[in-house]
Each structure stands twice: as structure tokens, then as C-alpha cells.
């Protein structure tokens, strides 16, 4: 038949083998997701992992000699009669009053000196330091050197600073043992505050029962059964039971003395409670990073040039390209004298088609946008942008666990304030500028001054011919289909110039339109870029830290 202790100590040993290089992998790869999610999850959220990533190495730095074990309980568990009964000398006092002692008791088996580096970072004041080492001569002693047992004070006293006092110190112990009695083993705050916190350290806990010598041997069974029941609803299933009693046979002494006998024989507690901590911290993370991949895209969507080309007045812009196309025909291609009684007001010559020279007409945003922010007179505009950087943030977080998918919103209206100035700035841009002047009209303004000089020809011709005459000098015109030369010539240059334009009219209207078109195509490819800048990059900013964060918490959570 199995002994209690050997079912105690075979629980110990289960899965109680620890990589330190493993470890240490994990804990770099938690300080990569704080790295990762620094920027946009709440400080609060991070500061399990800021802490284990500190505390860790202090513990590490550390005597790895020593094996911190922490005894806690309720008032009247009879916590502090455990703890004299282990250590064999009255050292802790026993109360059954609340408050007791707000400070922990600590008891080493070994050199003090040794021990002293390990008490201060536990923060044991040096009144409340036991020693052991006188009586390590004897076998069951000396195979507790190296144990530095705490008498915590209980948890469920009046004095918040006594509660405080057990959750910094139970966040830096190696092992747990967690004293409860038969009538307060189903305390609430023992189960939610403590146990169930602490449902990835089943390697580094030990539960006792104790004053179980008040109890019959079927009601201790009862107790025993529902108690285990309750630790696996903790999280805590499998983790060590013992039955103890620190004043009638001292039952149970004998199995959790062995038990912190193979906790520091092994020299692995410290590692153990380490690798717990590093579970916690990413089962308490793992909601951040959902549970499967997600396949995050995000480009330059159509919607988002839509709304930055009705912020930046796009229309108004292709509706100046083809109205200046349409002047340029004419001021290029009309009939010379038409051109000339047709000057704009105040406009001077059309320079349609210079390279480099901006616009005719701006983007609809005023010069005074250069300052950042958006003017109140640019209201529709600021909500087309925000409402196209809404879109590509709502497409690009789908499937994102909370709370990324505000990440990704804050992100894509983070540099919607610079927009205006980047608008304006973008009216420089070579996409926005007209093209070169269509071969078109240079052929036709040709035809029409030569039609010019025909006229000119043959109204000078006609006019010398009558001066000729009128000085009694004989003149003949040469004549062609039966009219002079020169009339028709004449007539030819007047009659050439209009009709040619008017057939050219067709040609125009069609020019006009591709004008307009390829205008809103090079204005979006420039509104394409900055979308891509002020909106979709900061997006994909995003979108990577929580691919890295995904990759480093998995990296974190693999043994």
C-alpha cells in the first residue's frame, strides 16, 4: 500500500524538471510583446509582464542555495502553529485574534550570512530572522539546509496592510503552502483573491488541512473531498492535500516536511515558480492576441482616395482641367482674331501646359491650412477623411481581439490633423500638373496662321493693285475658277479660319473629357500616396506590432 508521503512526493516530482535556458527564452520573449504593445495596450495591462521580467532576474541573481517557501492562512487556521511545529521552536506567535503581526517570520536552515542577500530582497526585518544551523548536525535537519521558511501574516485581517504584506510577498516565495481548517476551507476570499490567482502554480503548492484531529475519520474524508473539489475549480487540480495537525500526533508533519525536503533537494523551486509566473502572466495576456492567426491585410482603398479626393475638392480640380483644356484649344487652335477679342479679363495670356507651374485651380484647401488642424469652414471635408480612415481601420481590424481594433482606429486618424497641409502641399505635385500642349494644336494653329496670312496676302495684293490703277498703270490680276487670285485668296483666309475651328469643336469637347479624366487619375495616384502615408501606414504600424506580439506571446507560453 502507498504511503501519503510517497503519493505526496510523487506529486512534487511530476513535470518538475526545468530549463533555465527555456525560461529565460520565454522571459526575453514576454520583454518582446511589452516592446511590441507598449504604445497602444494600457500601462496596467503590462506590468505582470514589466514585473516578472524584474523580478525574475533579481531572483535569479540570487543564491540558487535557497528555497523560499511561504506559509499562509486565515486567522485561526492554525498557520503560525504549523510553522513553529516545522521549524521545532516557538518562533512565530500564535493568535487566534485578528489583527496578529502584520511583519513575516523567517526561519533558515543554514548560515544566516548566506541566507541575508535573499531575506533583504524578501524584506524580512533582521528582529524577525530565525536560524536552524545549530541543530543541522542532525539527518532531519541538515536535509533542510538551504530552507528559508516564512510565517506570513493572515491574509484575512482587519488591517490592510497585513493583506498587502502577503500578496508582495507570495508574489516572490518559490512554494506555497496554503493552511486552511475545516471550517473556513470554502472561504470565498481564500478561493477568489488567492487560489484561483494562483491556478498556474500547481508545481510550486501545497495545500494543508489542518486541525484535522477535530474531525471524525468519514467527516475528514468529506472535508478532504470537497476541499479537492474546490481546489479543482481553482484551477489547482492535483496539487498536494495533507491532512495536518500541529498539536495531537502532529499528524501530517511527516509528509510536508518531506515535501519541503524535495523542494530544496531539488534546487528547482526557484525555476518552478518562475516558469508558474510566466504561465499566469501569458494565460492573463492570451485574450489579447485571440486564439488563431488572423490574416490582416490592409491597402489603399478606394474608399480612402474617395474621401481624400472630396476633402481635396478633386472635382473641382478635373472640372478646371477640362476647362483649361478647352481655353488652351482655343487659345491655341481658334482663328487668330477671335482669340484676341476673346482675352479674359485680368487673366493675360493662357499658359496651359507648362511644365511645373500649379494648377489653375487649387485643391479646396486655403492657404491658411498650412497651419495644422482643420478650419471650421473645412468641416465636410475633416468628415470625408475620418470617415474613410474609419473604413480602412474597420476593414483592417476585422477579426482583431479587443482592444486592437481601437489601436488600428486611433492609428488611422492619427495624422488626420497634418492632411490639410499635405493636401495643400500636394496641389505642387507633378501628378497635379496639365500635360504637354496635344500635337493636335499646334497643326491646326498653324493651318489658321496661314489661313491669317492668305487673307493678309491677298487683301495686300488687292491693295496695291488698286493703287497701281489709280495711278493710270495697267494691272492684271491672274484669275482662278474665274475670280482673281487675290480675292480669293482673300476670301479663302477669312471663310478658312472659322470653319476650321468649327470643325475642330468635336475634337475639342473629346480632348477636354480625356483631359479630365487623366487629371483625376494623376490626382488620385498623388491622393493614393498620401493615403498611403497619413492613414495605411499608421495602420500597418499597428497590424505589425500585433503580429509581433502574437508571435512573442506564443514564444512565451511554449515550454
Known sequence: MTRPVDQVLELLRADARVDASTLAIRIDALARFRRATDRYLPSEWLQPARTIASQSGQRLALSRAHTVVAVAGTTGSGKSSLFNALVGLELSPVGVRRPTTGEAHACVWGPPAEAAPVLDWLGVSPERRFTRESALDADDQARLRGLVLLDLPDFDSVEQDHAAEVARLLELVDLMVWVVDPQKYADQVLHDHYLRRFSQHREVTVVALNHADLLGGQDLTRVLIDL?????????????????????????????????????????????????????????????????????????????????????????????????????????????????????????????????????????????????????????????????????????????????????????????????????????????????????????????????????????????????????????????????????????????????????????????RRAQVAAARRQRVALAELGHAYVVEPVRQVLAAYEEARAALHAAGSR
Open 228 to 512: 479537492r473539489r474546490l481546489l479543482a475549480a481553482d484551477g489547482l487540480a492535483g496539487v498536494p492535500i495533507l491532512a495536518t495537525s500541529a498539536v495531537a500526533g502532529r499528524r501530517g508533519l511527516v509528509e510536508l516536511r518531506a515535501a519541503l525536503e524535495q523542494a530544496v533537494a531539488g534546487r528547482r523551486a526557484a525555476l518552478q515558480r518562475l516558469v508558474a509566473d510566466v504561465d499566469q502572466v501569458v494565460a492573463d495576456l492570451a485574450d489579447l492576441v485571440g486564439p488563431a492567426a488572423v490574416p490582416l491585410t490592409v491597402d489603399r482603398a478606394p474608399e480612402l482616395v474617395d474621401g481624400l479626393a472630396e476633402a481635396a475638392g478633386v472635382a473641382s480640380l478635373t472640372e478646371a482641367a477640362e476647362s483649361s483644356y478647352r481655353r488652351g484649344a482655343e487659345a491655341a487652335a481658334g482663328w487668330p482674331p477671335l482669340r484676341w477679342l476673346r482675352r479674359w479679363p485680368g487673366r493675360g495670356r493662357p499658359r496651359f501646359g507648362r511644365p511645373g507651374r500649379a494648377p489653375l485651380v487649387p485643391p479646396a484647401v486655403p492657404p491658411r491650412s498650412a497651419q495644422p488642424g482643420w478650419s471650421p469652414d473645412q468641416t465636410s471635408q475633416r468628415a470625408a477623411a475620418s470617415l474613410a480612415a474609419r473604413a480602412v481601420a474597420a476593414r483592417a481590424s476585422a477579426g482583431l481581439p479587443p482592444p486592437w481594433p481601437d489601436a488600428v482606429a486611433a492609428a488611422s486618424r492619427s495624422r488626420l490633423g497634418e492632411l490639410p497641409t499635405a493636401l495643400w502641399s500636394a496641389s505642387a505635385h507633378p501628378a497635379f500638373d496639365e500635360p504637354e500642349l496635344p500635337w493636335w494644336w499646334r497643326l491646326v494653329g498653324g493651318v489658321q496662321w496661314l489661313a491669317v496670312l492668305a487673307a493678309l496676302l491677298g487683301l495686300c495684293w488687292l491693295l496695291v493693285g488698286w493703287l497701281l490703277r489709280v495711278l493710270g498703270l495697267p494691272v492684271t490680276d491672274p484669275e482662278a475658277a474665274g475670280l482673281p487670285v487675290p480675292l480669293l485668296l482673300l476670301l479663302g483666309g477669312l471663310a478658312a479660319g472659322p470653319v476650321l475651328a468649327l470643325l475642330a469643336r468635336p475634337l475639342v469637347r473629346w480632348g477636354a
